[in-house]
């Protein structure tokens, strides 16, 4: 395997989870006898800052001919008067509609060791949580016009939703073909009684179901209903597929049911095997430069490049199963920790996460360093291929 990998860091925490990323590739690299090519580039506000652009040229230019994208998170407060056009996170929706990316890819998945981390309730929490949330990515009011025009003495602010049937029709496929290597369950919601972008996303979700995927058991629901029932019983889900920002909103409530948004990872794909690998977490200005991010989302970011845009399945486990060594041990970043583990910094979690991936001695030797946990995780993780 020989790799080229644009990483973008991005802004706030970006430059600190992904660097943790960034280590776990390297020992993967060495274990398994890979070679990746990494070259950084800039987007975000940092981009703005040097370059006046938030995707400067050379960053768009070499994402298009990269094999895989590595990003962090972009945006803060400093940038967020611009205008609409200009602010950081237009990088990153200009990447995924120049990449051809419409299909974005959440595992929301509940390590067990993480349970008392979870605001559910216990009895909820006990059930734990596997979903696979299949969000559209390139359409949508994301992607329509916004404007803001005076109107009778004030402001009039519109944002144009649309989506066609071929968008809809591509992104039904992926979660249809997702549920096939999964429990055979799609969900697919919508606001269809409000909607006419909803109203045409069920016929033709239906139609893809009926025509092409009959053995998929395809569900319905209205946004407001499965917002209610990811806290009611999140464990009856399998795939999830929603539109652009409907998915936006509920994969936030989704991963905070996991116990932290640190930890879950995202993939951006299209038709191809080019992808963009990301932590689903914003730039957290709050705690940005502290040291104190989890990096959990950025390093399983890394297993889902593996298995996705490589194919190296062994590889992606070697991460899954270190990152619950670490879990299983106790130690934990700030925003998952609990009674009896030992906290420990983003650049910590990291050490012992490339630790635990490269061997059980350098793990060890690591992990001496620390107070030991007096508890170890409340609930020990299975395989970890149980868990992607
Ligand atoms: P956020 O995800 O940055 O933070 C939400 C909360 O979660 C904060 O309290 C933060 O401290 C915490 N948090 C986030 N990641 C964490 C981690 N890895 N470890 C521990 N705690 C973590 O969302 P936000 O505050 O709404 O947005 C902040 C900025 O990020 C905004 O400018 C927003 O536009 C941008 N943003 C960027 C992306 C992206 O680049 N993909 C995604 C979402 C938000």
Known sequence: MNAKIVVIKGDGIGPETVSEAMRALAVIGKRFGHTFHLQEYEAGGCAIDHSGSCLPDDTLAACLVADCVLFG????????????????????????????????????????????????????????????????????????????????????????????????????????????????????????????????????????????????????????????????????FDVVLTENMLGDVLSGEACMLTGSIGMIPSASLGDGTVGIYEPIHGSAPDIADQNIANPIGAILSIAMMLRSSFGLLSEAEAIETGVNRVLDDGYRTVDIMSAGCVPVSCSKMGELIAGAILSSQMYRKIARTLPQPSVQGSKKSKKAADFF
């Open 73 to 236: 998170a972009v945006g803060g407060p400093k940038w967020d008067s611009l205008p609409q056009h200009l602010v950081p996170e237009r990088a990153l929706l200009t990447m995924r509609d120049k990449m051809g990316l419409y299909a974005n890819l959440r595992p929301i998945k509940m390590f067990p060791q993480l349970y008392h981390a979870s605001p559910l309730l216990p009895q909820v929490a006990a059930q734990g949580i596997d979903l696979m949330l299949v969000r559209e990515l390139t359409g949508g009011i994301y992607f329509g016009s916004h404007d803001i025009v005076l109107r009778g003495g004030q402001s009039v602010a519109s944002d144009l939703m649309s989506y066609s049937e071929s968008e809809i029709e591509r992104i039904a496929r992926t979660a249809f073909e997702m549920a096939k290597k999964r429990h055979g369950r799609v969900v697919s919601v919508d606001k269809s009684d409000v909607l006419s972008c909803s109203r045409l996303w069920k016929e033709v979700v239906h139609r893809i179901a009926r025509d092409e995927y009959p053995s998929i058991q395809l569900t319905d629901m209205l946004a407001d209903s499965i917002a209610m029932q990811l806290m009611r019983n999140p464990w009856q």
